[in-house]
Each structure stands twice: as C-alpha cells, then as structure tokens.
C-alpha cells in the first residue's frame, strides 16, 4: 500500500517518546509509530463517516425499514431463494 518512505519532523510528548524507547527496539520505533497513526487516521475516517450518515436513511424515504433491517434482509433473502427455485 504504502510507496516508499518520507521523514517527518513532529513534536511528541517526553513521556510518550520515553515509553516508545523503552518498549520498541531503535530499528523499529517508525514502524510501530507509522501503524500507531495510519489506526488512528483510519478510526477518525470512520467516526467523520458515520457523523456525516447518521440520520441517512430517514423512514419516511425508507418505510421497508419500519420493522427493523434485520426483516427486510430476511424478506429479500428469501424472495432471492424462491425466483431461484422458479428458475427465474
């Protein structure tokens, strides 16, 4: 995923670089501090994601939804297995 390397300059907290020393091998502290921030960066994705969606699907647009997804799955799921069935 990830093409090739760049440096950063950034400034972290004492204790937090102290920690990272202590805890992680010199050779591969930007690993774990390249994973540590592409987690995080991710998860601020999805929290935007779901802050922008919430309240999408409104049940005057979407009255199927009235008894909950799980009967609507259910309903197409076995609409989808009866046609197959039929040969349709």
């Known amino acids: 995923m990830a093409s090739g390397t760049s440096q950063a300059n950034f400034t972290l907290p004492k204790d937090l670089i102290e920690e990272l020393k202590r805890s992680v091998p010199k050779g591969e502290q930007s690993k774990v501090v390249g994973e540590a921030l592409?987690?995080?960066?991710?998860?601020?994705?999805?929290?935007?994601?779901?802050?922008?969606?919430?309240?999408?699907?409104?049940?005057?647009?979407?009255p199927e939804l009235a008894k909950g997804a799980r009967q609507l799955v259910r309903a197409l799921r076995k609409s989808t297995r009866l046609k197959r069935l039929a040969g349709q």
């Open 38 to 62: 592409r987690n995080e960066l991710k998860r601020i994705r999805f929290k935007r994601a779901l802050q922008t969606s919430f309240g999408a699907w409104k049940q005057k647009r979407h």
